[in-house]
């Protein structure tokens, strides 16, 4: 048997062995350390993970308000950004498809609902009825709705247009948006395409009868509403600063605020765009929403889409 040389306390082989024991707890603690780290950086990634916020596709079917999000030059570059945009930028997680299809009713796109390419999404939202107001279809009554009458009213064509996302997606959330309010309506790419406020009926309807329609609808099924006709943000008298039309006595420009611009003729043949940049204020054109206007709506959205 091979024997330390030194016997003595102290000696060679016991400082040699205080030393590997040295050596050893070293390698215990860093090892222990190097464990407590890796768990704590797994602890941290599954954290990071569990708080995420899940991926979410929203599909939003509307009318030109809709549409312009991806086509601010037609507005000739009166807007930068649609609510859409706007929305995403706050809530990254979001992706949107735009299904606005200009000049559209509900009528319109509760006809052609089968050709319009939509998907299954986790959020829908639903932006119409200004159109349908201007072109004198009938609003129609809550039993529309539910007796699922056909594409005659509104309340109708809603029906048409929901059954059709329950299909794609049952458990998908489903969020209404009433019209805004609106003044005359001038096309800024062809004056002759204009229209009065919503300050007077159309066909012996008014634009709040079709809002009301959206909420009713929104309240039957339990789906949240962006109320934006009723909505303080978006009153009549600050959707433009004036209309800049001829005074009938003097024929002179002049800017007339609203409701003074009422019943003061426009002839779009011979007058200027009666709505120049400065008049702008959450309208750009008396219909269509301004910046100012789709931060508005954009706001709205995202309160409810970031629950």
């Not at 406020?197 to 509403?225: C, H, T, W």
Request: charge should be positive; aromatic fraction near 12%.
């Amino acid at each position: 048997m091979n024997r330390c040389p030194s016997h003595k306390r102290g000696g060679k082989c016991m400082g040699e062995f205080h030393g590997y024991l040295l050596i050893y707890n070293n390698l215990i603690f860093l090892l222990m350390r190097t464990k407590i780290s890796i768990l704590a950086t797994i602890i941290a990634i599954c954290t990071m993970i569990s708080f995420a916020p899940k991926k979410i596709r929203w599909v939003a079917i509307g009318d030109s308000i809709t549409y312009l999000n991806e086509h601010p030059g037609e507005t000739q570059n009166r807007i930068a950004k649609g609510y859409m945009t706007l929305v995403v930028e706050k809530l990254p997680h979001i992706s949107y498809i735009n299904q606005g299809h200009n000049g559209w009713t509900s009528g319109g796109i509760a006809e052609k609902i089968e050709k319009l390419g939509l998907i299954p999404a986790d959020v829908y939202s639903i932006f119409l009825g200004t159109n349908d107001w201007w072109q004198g279809r009938p609003v129609g009554a809550m039993s529309d709705y539910q007796n699922n009458t056909g594409n005659n009213t509104l309340y109708g064509s809603f029906r048409i247009i929901i059954e059709k996302l329950r299909s794609l997606n049952k458990n998908a959330r489903i969020i209404l948006i009433t019209p805004m309010q609106r003044v005359d309506f001038v096309y800024i790419n062809n004056m002759k395409n204009n229209a009065w406020g919503s300050y007077r009926d159309k066909n012996g309807q008014s634009l709040g009868a079709f809002a009301r329609a959206i909420s009713e609808i929104g309240k039957f099924e339990k789906f949240e509403v962006v109320d934006l006709y009723h909505s303080p943000a978006l009153k009549m008298e600050d959707l433009v600063k004036y209309k800049r039309l001829k005074d009938p006595q003097t024929g002179e420009y002049k800017n007339y605020p609203y409701p003074h611009f009422i019943d003061v003729p426009f002839h779009p043949e011979t007058d200027e765009y009666p709505y120049p940049a400065e008049s702008i204020h959450l309208t750009y054109d008396g219909l269509h929403p301004s910046d100012k206007g789709y931060q508005i709506i954009a706001d709205m959205l995202t309160e409810i889409l970031k629950n």
